[in-house]
């Protein structure tokens, strides 16, 4: 799943290719994608400009003329690409914005999961999925002290927190892993028991983490593409995720994979130490 690096790199990719266009027409190959009303949706987007895109987590907030916002979030696999409208749908192709320059965007998910939600502009912390989200690492808003408030109110593992979203925003499986790993965490560790001195640890690796993983494009594990068509850089990266069994660079044990959640979650058992 495209994390917050992965969605942060989509839109710097798809700003310049759509800023300034305007929509001639929306087709809808999979109404289903449109968590909104379809027909409307439809009705609504249509003459409308491409103003800008902004992104909260991994929202992201396509911001159009007539005070409206499309609210887009890829989940698993969903990937949008500039083509000429004339270009043959590719069967994962299920929604089409028509420009009135004879190029289209097009939104393309293997899976079918992505979700797309017009709202009106300014009221997507309320209306949408974002309304339950946590703050964004590198925010004004994220402190050491909210980070540490935000743990303690949780009694259950520091992976499954970061996870949950409501703490902190943009997190996903791999960036959760390798923040723990960093910082020296066991991942079944209490979130409410983590030391005030591992919370600032935690803190400050989080944002130096996705920090990093932004001026490198992104994880390109199996799928992920930015609006481009690249893929991105920080997998050379990972010191956890993906290697399990391979010795800890930082202290030659094995890394030890197990589910946490359902997830799978590599570490260090001897760097990694546990808070209960």
Known sequence: MPEMPEVETVRRTLLPLIKGK????????????????????????????????????????????????????????????????????????????????????????????????????GTEKVTTGISKLGVEPNSPEFTVKYLSIGLKRKKKSIKNTLLDQSVVAGLGNIYVDEVLWESKIHPLSMANKIPQKKVKELHDNINALISLAIEERGTTIHTYLDANGQTGGFQKMLQVYGHRGEPCVRCGTPLEKIKVTGRGTTYCPHCQVMYR
Do not use: C
Request: hydrophobic content about 40%; proline content about 3%.
């Open 22 to 121: 305007t929509i001639k027409e929306v087709t809808l190959w999979y109404p289903k994608i449109i968590a909104s009303d379809p027909a409307e949706f439809v009705q609504k987007v249509a003459g409308q400009e491409v103003l800008t895109i902004d992104r909260y987590a991994k929202y992201l907030l396509i911001r159009l003329s007539g005070n409206l916002t499309i609210v887009s979030h890829l989940r698993m696999e969903g990937k949008y690409r500039l083509v000429d409208v004339a270009t043959p749908k590719d069967k994962h192709d299920h929604v089409q914005f028509a420009f009135t320059d004879q190029t289209a965007l097009r939104y393309n998910d293997v899976r079918k999961f992505g979700r797309m939600q017009l709202v009106e502009t």
